[in-house]
């Protein structure tokens, strides 16, 4: 099923034009028609504000006035013109006015109503707008099930503050043209675009941020620093002269170069440095590599450095659309602290080169060797028995994120079933999505998810029970005193997995435990490793996890590899049983050694890793392609990763923009086809003939195969499982 493809859309040929407008009257010009107010008046103007406001298009708009709650908003019920598995985009014509709110957010919205009553907030659309001019506000969206009502409305805006819509369109959206492959052929791999970057020259080419001074010093490792060197190869070593920035007074101020001219378009280029600080410090500096891309802040690569010692420095970043103006810049330290840096490279990737040696990892850590021993044939027919062996499945775990509305769109369920072995649900767990307000549960979700996940023999993961960053915590959870605080954490433990015992495989504990900090800050520090051993009381056959984003890119000190082994430890010698270490894996430009240095770290706990929540971004898809294969292959050819989660794959249903598979409407764009070649190279076939001793020996990965044997008198075929991994040849023995 390698080109899905939507009944809705012959559908559609037959029933509209490309460009019909689904919203009635979108203009007022049949006054407020078909439209309504959202517990609140709606009012047609021509004018207002004393003739300040006019349309901007046509001769009318409307306004959403006497707005006492921030949903409360203009609407229009659409039920009968939406159709399932189409993609619609949106736009319309915006702003506020009145009670002294001069900016706000606006939103469309879809209420959706299914035949069972289950009611779904989408949001379609966003849009920053003033009260002083018309904003335009785009989105897209598509319905997976049947809904029995559809009504969008616009909302956002506090209580007290008019919203004011000029137009409004919903038409089917037409498709994505597909993206052209980059061209790469004078890519200069591993070339430093840095120039001076040894100071042979003194300090030409740099000049310093700010009114500190640069000058040059020798003592600097000169050895390539590690992560570089595993993209290099070999490579000569470094000068031993550093850029020492003293008269610091900002932590933006150190050394500088323009490097405009010498970047190419969607390439991934990799950061490299040694870096340290002089002595005067009052705790631990971060020090970041950064670019300046028409004065926005782009992350090279991010450090902690607390003693005199010099620390690897390394990230990686890519442009995506031509810029006027790139600066290089090293900062960080706070005013009054010296800044020392030697060897900064910043070069071109050469991917390829490094796939070539993963593959062959890959082949030596997941596949062994197989020998099929077969009985029942006499040796006249042993000696010309021919044997073909196909695999059929790869068992190692390969899942994505899915949420409820997802299982009524039979294009993403056929996707889904074919193609993963593991699911996580989105938000469908999320303690904010069972039990949004005190007492009132919400379990449906889940068990609708769950069922299904059983129904088809896949493996499912919990995420998550609770997550320690703040803004994701509910209201009512936030007003409780410390004792009713520890209660309802109690409840929600008992409650979760009482009911779902023995049913996730895995769960995320506490989400976000580097980056967050709200259960610890009010229950104290114990919180943690108690929510870990209770959980385990309450099922032991699931294996609790810590999870965490920004690990394995080197962008974050917040979440190092270094920070999240300590954490771990602490955990563990406070008696939580932590059995695996989750790395979200919401990754841009990635740098295989850069992600395989984080993973080699990781992997001195001897603690099983997962990548939870996998998802690159490229507008390119081919870039896209590229970002996914420098993951997935980084992860099967490293021995501590035992599983891989997408974070979604189908346009409109993920978190980041540019990162899906598979189109709104079904189409499979070039990342998917990556994706579904790599999982096709993941499988095992052999053939050949059997020896004089009735064997026949392969390679294989771990999974199901087929195996066929033909000799002069019969045709016989065979299916077996190989499950466990070990060093050893695995005997298979088949009686034909």
């Known amino acids: 099923m390698e080109n899905l493809h939507s009944e809705a859309e012959e559908i559609m040929k037959g029933t509209s034009t490309e460009d019909d407008n689904i919203i009635i009257n979108p203009a007022f010009e049949d006054g407020l028609n078909n439209w309504s107010g959202r517990g609140c008046k709606i009012v047609l103007h021509d004018s207002m504000g004393d003739g300040k406001i006019f349309p901007k298009s046509g001769k009318f708009f409307a306004s959403a006035t006497e707005r006492t709650q921030s949903w409360n908003g203009i609407q229009q019920e659409i039920t009968t013109r939406v159709q399932r598995k189409l993609a619609y985009e949106v736009t319309a014509l915006v702003r506020i006015f009145g009670n002294n709110v001069t900016t706000s957010d606006v939103r469309a919205t879809l209420y959706v109503q299914t035949p069972d009553f289950r009611e779904q907030y989408i949001g379609i659309a966003n849009v920053q707008v003033t009260d002083k001019d018309w904003a335009e506000m785009q989105g897209k969206f598509l319905l997976n099930g049947s809904p029995s009502k559809v ?435 919401h990754i841009d430009s990635p740098v295989g050694p850069i992600v395989c240095s984080a993973l080699d770290k990781l992997g001195t706990l001897g603690l099983p890793i997962w990548f939870t929540e996998l998802d690159v971004s490229s507008t390119n898809e081919y870039v896209r392609a590229d970002d996914l294969e420098v993951m997935l292959r980084e992860a099967m050819a490293h021995p501590s990763i035992e599983g891989i989660m997408l974070w979604g794959f189908w346009e409109l249903f993920m978190s980041r923009d540019n990162s899906h598979l598979v189109n709104a409407e079904g189409g499979i764009n070039e990342a998917g086809k990556r994706f579904l070649a790599l999982k096709k190279e993941w499988l095992s076939h052999s053939h050949g003939l059997v020896d004089e001793q009735g064997y026949f020996t392969f390679r294989g990965f771990n999974g199901k195969y087929k195996v066929e044997v033909v000799t002069l008198a019969k045709e016989i075929s065979k299916t077996f499982v190989v499950v466990d991994n070990g060093d050893s040849p695995l005997v298979v023995s088949i009686d034909l």
């Open 151 to 585: 009504v969008v409305y616009l909302e956002g805006p506090p209580s007290g503050t008019d919203i004011l819509l000029n137009t409004l369109v919903i038409k089917h959206a037409p498709k994505t043209p597909p993206s052209t492959p980059p061209d790469f052929e004078d890519g200069a791999f591993g070339i430093n675009i840095i120039e001076n970057s040894d100071l042979a020259k003194g300090t030409n080419g740099w000049f310093p941020l700010g009114n500190c001074t640069l000058s040059v010093g020798t003592g600097s490792p000169r050895i390539i620093p590690p992560m570089a060197r595993d993209s290099l190869g070999p490579h000569e070593s470094l000068s031993g002269h550093y850029i020492l920035v003293t008269n610091r007074t900002q932590t933006w101020m150190g050394p500088a170069q323009m490097i405009t001219e010498k970047l190419k378009l969607f390439l991934t280029y990799q950061v490299s440095a040694w870096v340290r600080i002089g002595s005067g410090s009052s705790g631990p500096q971060n020090v970041n590599i950064a670019l300046s891309v028409d004065n926005q802040w782009v992350n090279g690569g991010q450090v902690e450095v607390a003693d005199g010692k010099w620390h690897e420095i390394g990230g990686s970043f890519r442009i995506e659309k031509v810029p006027s103006k790139v600066m290089v810049y090293i900062q960080g330290p706070a005013s009054g602290i010296d800044l020392m840096i030697a060897g900064l490279q910043i070069f071109p990737v050469d991917r390829q080169a490094r796939f070539r040696y993963l593959r062959r990892q890959t082949d030596k850590i997941r596949k062994r060797d197989i020998i099929l021993k077969f009985s029942g044939l006499d040796s006249n027919e042993c000696l010309r028995a021919m044997v073909k062996v196909t695999q059929i499945q790869n068992d190692f775990p390969i899942g994505s994120c899915i949420n409820r509305s997802n299982i009524e769109n039979e294009d993403f369920v056929d996707f889904f079933l074919n193609h993963f072995n593991w699911a996580v649900f989105g938000n469908e767990l999320k303690w904010y999505w069972t039990e949004s307000q005190k007492g009132n549960f919400n379990y449906k979700d889940a068990d609708d998810m769950l069922d299904f996940c059983q129904k088809n023999n896949i493996n499912t993961r919990g995420h998550c029970i609770f997550w320690e960053v703040d803004g994701t915590v509910q209201q009512w959870i936030k007003s409780l005193n410390k004792s009713d605080l520890m209660t309802v954490v109690q409840n929600r433990l008992t409650g979760l997995l009482t009911r779902y015992k023995g049913k996730f495989k895995h769960y995320d504990v506490n989400n976000e435990m580097l980056h967050g900090s709200f259960y610890q800050d009010r229950l104290g520090k114990d919180i943690r490793a108690n929510m870990f051993k209770t959980s385990h009381q309450l099922d032991s056959s699931a294996t609790l996890f810590v999870n965490d984003y920004h690990v394995e890119d080197g962008c974050d000190t917040r979440s190092s590899p270094e920070k999240y082994i300590q954490q771990i430890i602490d955990l563990q010698g406070q008696g939580a049983p932590v059995g695996g270490i989750g790395i979200q894996g």
